[in-house]
């Protein structure tokens, strides 16, 4: 009996374009499962790092009076207990010689018992008052070892007077925890009094403690828990403590699994793709197979079995590859001195089954159209010399795309209409149904937009390419099915990418106007008394750009609380604030006040209040409501004629530009430091500050950081793209191998048929780029008004710095994916085209 031989569909290597997306996929699921592996393990490290030397938390709720005490409160008593202490949250502030500034570290009372000395990595415990030990994150962001001296200023001392201590100990670190943690401070019984006041710690409602070795946490637990203690051991303590910690990072968690869907999705276009038109090229040998007696089943199992090798092959490789990444950054980390010692990758179980389960679910679901379509090729397509042309009408998928993209919208804009209305969860839940609904459509209507696209796009880059630009634009039209695919893989990273340009952008610039709206003025210092050169002092300070003087003080207006009115010149206003404009209507007589402050004190626009005044007369003081300004804002002469002598003095001030030589490199945060510093010195009395400024810039910051972290994550996307065109490309030399040989015989050059490639990238890329910067724009204004839309005016931005890059980036992709196919074109022999068959 004659040995039985395999079907083969497709040469492995013709899949090399489909293994390598899958494996980047793949190694992103990897990456993103051992990401959160570091950080629930880091969380945990963390938490028990609390706990250390403790076997139970015992929690007991103080009375007012225990809470009011000034002597230490004595610990509770549980039967089986061996040790007690208290479970810390002070912070001590300490400074060096090594270390100007000081540093705020977290306390930590060691365990009394003889062990605790063996957790130290150098020295001994403290013996007397005056000695500390802290762990290797204090000691280094002190700049001390053992035998320095650090010091607890008289501002952050229990008795207000300066204290010394002598480092005798170092600590550990938490371990394996990649954050670090906050810095700390251990302390003992012989310094807890010098450290932490007279109460030595004592008042907290949660203790810590051991229990004789061969005893059981867990019984002693379950038996000492009454009414007033609850009491439990610390792996449930541990345990609660991570997974309340890992509910904070559930946002972050979902964003990143968002991007995980993504790069998947992408990956699945780029493989269906591939499958698709290996299929249709090998179409004679399909129907050669069924002729010779082939059964549908048989061709299914081949493709089946094609696509569980791709599958498997491109999981395996991306495993592998996101496990060494991961390893490759934490060994960065620790070159860097980011980490206190070389970390492991954490493998788990999830980080190896998920991404090949990813991969051969992704490779297996996108090979099911392809699989059909070869299922269905007729035996008498063998004889046919080429295969049957493609229609090109609407059909059914085409129908239920349209459908799609008219629900979709209708539903985007009903969200972002109820989000502005002030319903605000069912509004943005919609409208994040109505886009991915939309979105959908777009993409099934995509190979039916593809001609007429690539047609208009392609008339305008004719007029550049000349004759390889023509062709390029005939051979994307005549097979707008394979040129769908892959501009789907590109329509998803330029939606997305110009989707969250415009939303961070729009959402910085609402949020600044509103900021500008409420807090028009970066610095407004108040006191109960000034020296005479207040404003030169803090004018004199790195980063400030103007300084003027006001004033401020209280008038009745009816409420439950006094008006607070500030009283500046239209000059000071000008030059310190946000919206100069509204110094225009600082008139005499005239108080501005923003919408919700009038809604507080019961007053209308336009509305004349009878203020009595300083000289015991009746004044009239019109409203006149300005955005939602946070202040009410007279002149210097209404204010005198209100209050007269019971003023106090106010200083409004304007940062200098970010950017700028007189900015420099000083944070928001830093310059409001430096001028709460400045206003300890003499002359100053009950300073208040209120820095509206250096509020703007942290949100200007918090979304830069947020849009450069997506755009790091879709530009994985993009680089699946990317290999999708180059996928596309390298088929279709393939596919034209004939024609591109009979090309060659006509006379055309090689560098003809590079330039031909290359113009079908840069069409291929301009027309997902543009449909995607479309698209993205609308969704981005849509989206970013359904969230923001119903606790702000949204002001829209288009960043078009941004959605140029986006355009050029995707232009380049395309550039550069015909590199390859482009030469592999070039390097046909005209005498090819002599020969038949595939």
Known sequence: MARRTPLKLTPVRRHFAAVLTIALSCAFVAIMVLAGNLMQASLASQASQSYDGADLEISRPLSDEQWSSEQPVAAPEVEGTEETWPLLSNFVQLTSGGSESGSFLSAAMLPPDAGAEESLTEGELPAASDEVVLDTGAAESLDVSVGDTVTLPADFSPDGKEHSFTVTGLAPTAEGSVFGGTPRVLISEVN?????????????????????????????????????????????????????????????????????????FTSAVVIANTFAVTIAQRTRSLALLRTLGATRSQVRRVVLRESLLVGVLGAVVGLVGGHLVVQAALAGADGLGWLDGLMLVPVSLWSVLLPVIAGVVITLVASLAPMRSATRVAPLQALRPEPPSQRHGLGARGVLGIAAIVLGVLALVGGTLLSMQGVASLGVVLAMAGGVLSFTGVLLVLIVLTRPLSSLIGSLMNR?????????????????????????????????????????????????????????????????????????????????????????????????????????????????????????????????????????????????????????????????????????????????????????????????????????????????????????????????????????????????????????????????????????????????????????????????????????????????????????????????????????????????GQVGLVLLLAVLAGGIASVLPGRAAARTAPAAALAGGE
């Open 192 to 264: 807890a009094a010098a450290l932490l006041g007279p109460d030595e710690g004592t008042l907290t409602d949660t203790w810590l403690a051991s229990v004789p070795e061969g005893t059981d946490p867990a019984a002693v637990a379950e038996s000492a828990s009454t009414d007033d203690l609850t009491v439990r051991t610390v792996d449930d303590a541990v345990q609660e403590a991570t997974s309340d910690l890992m509910e904070g990072s559930a946002a972050l968690g979902l964003m990143l699994a968002v991007f995980v869907v993504i790069a998947l």
């Open 464 to 800: 550049v390419g000349g004759l390889p630009a023509k062709v390029a634009s005939a051979n994307v039209a005549r097979n707008p099915r394979r040129s769908a695919a892959t501009i789907a893989a590109l329509l998803i990273g330029t939606t997305l990418m110009t989707m969250m340009a415009v939303g961070a952008r729009t959402a910085e610039s609402t949020l600044t106007s509103e900021l500008d709206s409420r807090r028009p003025i970066d610095l407004v210092v108040s006191a109960e008394e000034m020296p005479k050169d207040a404003a030169e002092q803090i004018t004199a300070i790195d980063g400030m750009d103007t300084v003027h003087p006001a004033a401020r003080g209280d008038i009745e207006v009816g409420a439950d609380e006094p008006m607070t009115l500030y009283g500046a010149s239209p000059e000071a206003v000008r030059d310190t604030s946000h919206r100069p404009a509204m110094a225009d209507d600082l008139e005499d007589g005239v108080v501005l006040v923003g919408y919700e402050r009038a809604e507080q004190f019961g007053v209308a626009d336009g509305e004349t209040l009878q203020v009595e005044g300083a000289d015991g007369a009746t004044h009239e003081l019109r409203v006149q409501v300005d955005a939602n300004l946070a202040m009410s804002l007279v002149s210097p002469a209404t204010l005198e004629q209100l209050v007269g002598g019971a003023s106090t003095p106010v200083l409004l001030g304007d940062f200098a530009d970010q950017g700028t030589t007189e900015r420099a490199e000083v944070e928001a945060y830093s310059l409001v430091d430096a001028v709460n510093e400045q206003t300890t010195t003499e002359g100053w009395s009950d300073v208040s500050t209120d820095a509206g400024g250096a509020e703007r810039e942290m949100y200007g910051q918090i979304l830069n950081i947020l849009l450069g972290i997506v755009i790091g994550l879709l530009a994985v996307a993009v680089v699946v793209a990317l290999v999708g065109v180059a996928n596309t490309l390298s088929l279709g030399v393939i596919e034209r191998t004939s024609e591109n040989a009979l090309l060659r015989a006509l006379g055309t050059t090689r560098r003809q048929m590079r330039a031909m490639l290359g113009w079908e990238g840069i069409l291929l890329a301009l027309v997902g780029a543009v449909l995607g910067i479309v698209i993205g724009s609308v969704y981005g204004m849509l989206g970013i008004n359904a969230l923001l839309g119903s606790s702000f005016p949204v002001s829209i931005t288009i960043p078009w």
